[in-house]
C-alpha cells in the first residue's frame, strides 16, 4: 500500500494504487489558536497600512480562534498537498469539477464531498493537528514570519514540481493555507473545552474549515491573504479542498 521514498529531497511515503504523496508530522506540543503576539503583528501591519479593510471585524472574529491553549500532537501522516482533480478521480472516476479544468489543481468538492470521504481509505486531520502541521514549529503569523503574506505565496495547482517545493514549510507540506481545507472537527467558536490532545471535537453541524486563500485568487483587495494566517478558521460552507491524513506505516 505505500511506498517509502523522497520526493522534492524529503522523505516521503506515496499511496501506492492512488500516487498520492505524505510526509511524514512528527509528533509535538504547540500553542494551538491567534496569540496576543500574533493579534499585535496583525495591528502592526495595519498601523504600516497593510491593511485593505477595516482590521477591526476580522480580529473580533478572531476570538473563534481563542483561548490559545497547549495541545499535543502524535506523530502522523498528512497529504504533502490537497487532493488534485486526478486524484480525486482515483476513487470517483466520474468527478467533474467547477472550479478548475486542470487535472493537477486542487478539487473543491461540493456534492461529491461524501462520496469521496466515504470511499478514501484515510481520515481528515483533526484542526489541532491541520494547525500544528501549518505551523510547522513556529509561532507566527504563517509559518514565513509576521509580514503580510504576498499573493506569490498561493498555490493551487501542483504541475510544477520546483513551484511545489517552494511552497513546502518545514514539514514538506506544500500550499498551507492556500485552499480552504476541512477538518474532521464540527465547527464550534471557540476552544473553550477543547481537547490538549488534538482530538477532533464531534457533534452534529457544519465541519471546521482553515486557509482558502487560493479559493479567491487574482485576490481583489479585500484582506484575501488573511486566509493564509495558521489559525484563521471557519465553518464549512460551499465548496472545499482535502487534504488526507494517515497514521504512520509500520516499518
Known amino acids: 500500500m505505500w511506498s517509502e521514498e523522497s520526493v522534492a529531497g524529503r522523505p516521503a511515503w506515496r499511496h501506492v494504487a492512488s500516487g498520492v ?10 500553542l494551538m489558536g491567534l496569540s496576543d503576539a500574533e493579534a499585535d503583528a496583525l495591528r502592526a501591519i495595519e498601523r504600516d497600512g497593510g491593511f485593505d479593510e477595516d482590521p477591526e471585524p476580522f480580529l473580533a472574529a478572531a476570538d473563534t480562534a481563542r483561548p490559545v491553549r497547549r ?20 476513487w470517483l472516476p466520474g468527478y467533474e469539477d467547477d472550479y478548475t479544468g486542470d487535472g493537477h489543481g486542487t478539487a473543491r468538492l461540493e456534492d461529491d464531498l461524501d462520496e469521496l ?28 514570519g509576521d509580514h503580510r503574506p504576498h499573493e506569490d505565496q498561493v498555490i493551487h495547482a501542483f ?5 511545489t517545493a517552494a511552497a513546502e514549510n518545514a514539514f514538506g507540506l506544500a500550499a498551507m493555507g492556500s485552499a480552504n481545507e476541512i477538518c474532521a472537527d464540527v465547527w464550534i467558536a471557540g476552544f473553550a473545552g ?17 486557509g482558502g486563500a487560493a479559493d479567491v485568487h487574482p485576490w481583489q ?13 471557519y465553518a464549512h460552507a460551499g465548496f472545499t479542498a482535502v487534504r488526507p491524513a494517515a497514521p504512520l506505516p509500520p516499518r
Open 21 to 30: 504523496v505524505f510526509r511524514e508530522v512528527p509528533g509535538g506540543t504547540f
Open 71 to 90: 495541545v499535543r500532537v502524535e506523530p502522523f501522516l498528512l497529504a504533502r498537498h490537497p487532493l488534485t482533480v486526478d486524484q480525486v478521480r482515483h
Open 117 to 144: 470521504l466515504a470511499a478514501l481509505p484515510f481520515r481528515l486531520p483533526s484542526e489541532a493537528e491541520w494547525e500544528y502541521a501549518a505551523r510547522a514549529g513556529t509561532t507566527t503569523l504563517t509559518f514565513r
Open 159 to 163: 504541475a510544477d514540481p520546483e513551484r
Open 194 to 210: 477543547a481537547p490538549s490532545d488534538a482530538r477532533p471535537r464531534t457533534g452534529d453541524g457544519l465541519r471546521a474549515v482553515r
Open 221 to 233: 483587495g479585500c484582506d484575501e491573504w488573511l486566509l493564509l494566517l495558521s489559525a484563521t478558521r
